[in-house]
């Protein structure tokens, strides 16, 4: 099959930085790599040579989290026989393919939802492994969550057997109310529901080696975006979390989950090296 789109689809700089840092990741799967071979990154190469000058592991930020969330999604394919995937802030990231290859069989639906891209996407992901019911892209604000959810409802979304929420990448997009109303819903939702979000921490926390580095990545960042980036202590997402009565089930900084994947600390050696953490928790 020829595998390439007639001519490549073209990503602002930001939107494909994500995807040239992680390039890694999609070495994995055959239906990843011809994904990406699809979409414009040069922008987005550029991008990532400056955050290298800053941080020469800056891939490592996206290929940890996103190996973490692989492992993640494994555990809770164990805890349940069947699942649905709903992805807020899904971007170009390609995950679908991949947790189709890998469980295909207890995935009923995964749901996409972005406020851009999703219509490209669809095409991409028809070019790949053609038009399929299993995988719904949904253009919509993911913050206005009544109607989202109705939304999902029309598309097949129930709640008689669980749902995972990825929220990778998305909760410093958006603001503390619209994040605290967001799982404020989820959590009054019908059905069992897992969240995975990552969040960015507050640059003064990092140790101190790292400091200036996260400091300045955080500017470049909100420079590309035009906005600020919203950042969380881990004590702020723990207690949003208790307070919609959801159950914490993981919490890791970068260098626990640096530790985990790879059995040793070689980039993340103090407990706040990182720049980021991840928790996963469930709503039931
Ligand atoms: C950094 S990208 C992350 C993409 C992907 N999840 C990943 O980690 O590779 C953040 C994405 O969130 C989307 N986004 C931001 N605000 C949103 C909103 N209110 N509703 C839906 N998507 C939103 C952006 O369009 C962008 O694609």
Redesign the pocket.
Known sequence: MDNSLKSKFKISP??S???CL?SEIYQDGKTCQAYLENIETSEGELLLKSFKQIFEHSESI?VL??RYIRNLFDYYANQFTQFQVC???????P?SLYLLEQYDHQIETIFE?????MDEKRALYTELIGDQNKVRLIT?????IDPLLDELKRLGHHSLSPTIF?????V???SRD?FSTLLEKLAAADGNKVVIL?YVLPFETIHESNREKSRLMLRSLEQGLGWPIMVYHKFDIIGLIQFFKGEIVTSDSTQSMEKKLYGDNEIYIYPTSGFMEMISFQFS
């Open positions: 930001t939107a930085l994500v995807l992680a996206a989290r996103k992805i807020l802030g899904a971007g170009l990231d995950i939802v972005d406020i851009e891209f919509h604000d993911a913050t206005d990825l929220l990778e990448g998305f410093y997009y958006i619209k990552d």
